[in-house]
Structures are given as C-alpha cells and as structure tokens.
C-alpha cells in the first residue's frame, strides 16, 4: 500500500502559489515535527509539482490535484501519470467536488481516471460528497455511495485507495461538519465497504475528512473513530497551522 501510516493527512492547494509562497511554505513543512504514524502528502499546482518534490524531504510526498484518464498523448492541457510518475509523484487526487461541480466530471469518467492511475501504480484519493442540498433532502448517503459504487466498479484493487469525504457545503465555506456528522458518514462508507468490497478493505481503508478543516476543529473531529486524517485545503497553505492538523490525528 502506498504508504503504511495508520493516518492520512493530505494538503490541497488548490489553485494557489506563486513560486516564492510555495518555497516558503515547502520550508515551513521540511522544519515542522510531524508525527510518525501520519502519512503526509501535499498537492500543488501541476507548475510547482516537480520543484515542490525536489525541496520536500522525503517525510512528505507529493500528489497532483488530477490526471489523464489514460496514456499520455494528444490531449492538449492533460497531464498523464505517466508524466506524474516520471516526477516521482506518488499520489493524485481524484473525483474533488470541484471537478465534479465545477469542471463536470462525472462519476464513471472519474472512476475510470482512478483505475488508470491505480493500475499504473499511483496511489488514489478518492473524494466524496453531498451539496447542501442534497444533504437537507436526506440523500446524503445515496449521494455518497453512488459515488463509492463508481470507483468500485472499476478499481483494480482497494490497497492504494484513500476516501476522503468532503461534505461540498463545508469546502471553503467555514461551516466545518461536526464531529458527529462526519463521523456518521464515515462509518456509514466503511460499513458500504464491508457490504461491497470486504470486510478486510473496510478495516484497512483509510477514510479522511475534508471541508473547512483547520488548527482549532481538527482535535475534536479527529477523536471520532472512523475518521483517519484530513484531507485539507486552505489550512494547508499556512506550514505551522497545516502540521498541528497532521499531529492532531494520533
Ligand atoms: O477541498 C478541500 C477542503 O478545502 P477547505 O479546507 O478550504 O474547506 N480539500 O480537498
């Protein structure tokens, strides 16, 4: 498995950085003291990706925030795993609402970008997540397990698979879920796992949070049993704030 920390805490940069914030922002992290049973990957934009995995020590891998749903080739302003291995990237995350509701990916071409990259050795961040509303009509679980049944269908193996489940109405917004809400959603993916998959992929998997995660909420959301680390965007631009979230998971 890609990885073999009990805990997983991803840095979604997203669209952002120029390259003097990132170099600062790269020596924040390579000074920070992260705890050990924390696997920590960060994803910059594709143009810092290389120098952002040249100045990271080896304590931080590095991921992209999407890839090519197959070889490389002519697909003008692709970038294929092919291309993100030959970097040394061992991560991409796959199926961020953004690219759902923003760029239109949907679940199948999302789940096929997934098999792509497991197959070709890359480790997968597969997000999940209902908008608002389709949490206040009571289909969040449909929602999730929709998206779950996507990837299912057509990954190759569950070993190099994290979820991360991003409630969409908590991404950038502030409005954090609750412990108890996030945890009722990631014990009801990991029993759709065990009903789905098998009972050793749900125990195994690593299912994460995401959505207005940050230094003062991740200690409490991080007790919740089902809830393995954090995938976390605008937090994760900020080195000190980024690692007391990594520390908050043990
Ligand atoms: O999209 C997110 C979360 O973003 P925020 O932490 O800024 O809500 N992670 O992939």
């Known amino acids: 498995m890609a990885g073999s920390g009990k805990f997983f805490v991803g840095g979604n940069w997203k669209c952002n950085g120029t390259k003097d914030s990132i170099t600062k922002l790269v020596s924040d992290l390579n000074s920070a003291k992260l705890e050990t049973d924390v696997d920590v990957v960060v994803a910059p934009p594709f143009v810092y990706l290389d120098k952002v995995k040249a100045l990271l020590t080896d304590r931080i891998e590095v ?10 080739g002519a697909f003008t302003g692709e970038i294929s795993v092919e291309q993100l291995k030959d970097i040394g990237c061992k991560w991409v995350i796959l199926g961020h609402s953004e690219r759902r509701h923003i760029i239109g990916e ?25 908008l608002l509303e389709e949490r206040e009509a009571g ?14 269908d057509v990954v190759p193996s569950w070993d190099n698979i994290v979820i991360a489940y991003e409630p969409v109405w908590a ?38 949070y995401g959505g207005s995660v940050n230094g003062s909420n991740c200690a409490e959301l991080a007790k919740q049993e089902d809830i393995d680390g954090f995938l976390v965007g605008g937090a994760s631009l900020k080195g000190p704030e980024f690692a007391t979230i990594v520390n908050s998971v043990t």
């Open 139 to 152: 289909k969040t679980f449909d929602v999730c397990f929709k998206q779950l049944k996507a990837f299912a």
């Open 63 to 72: 991921s992209a925030q999407n890839s090519w749903i197959g070889k490389g």
């Open 106 to 130: 949907d679940d199948q071409f999302i789940g096929k970008k997934a098999a792509y990259a497991l197959n070709e050795g890359l480790g997968v961040i597969a997000c999940i997540g209902e």
């Open 171 to 208: 991404i950038g917004t502030g409005k954090v879920a609750t412990p108890q809400q996030a945890q009722e959603v990631h014990v009801a993916v990991r029993d759709w796992l065990k009903k789905n998959v098998s009972e050793e992929v749900a125990s195994k998997t690593r299912i994460i």
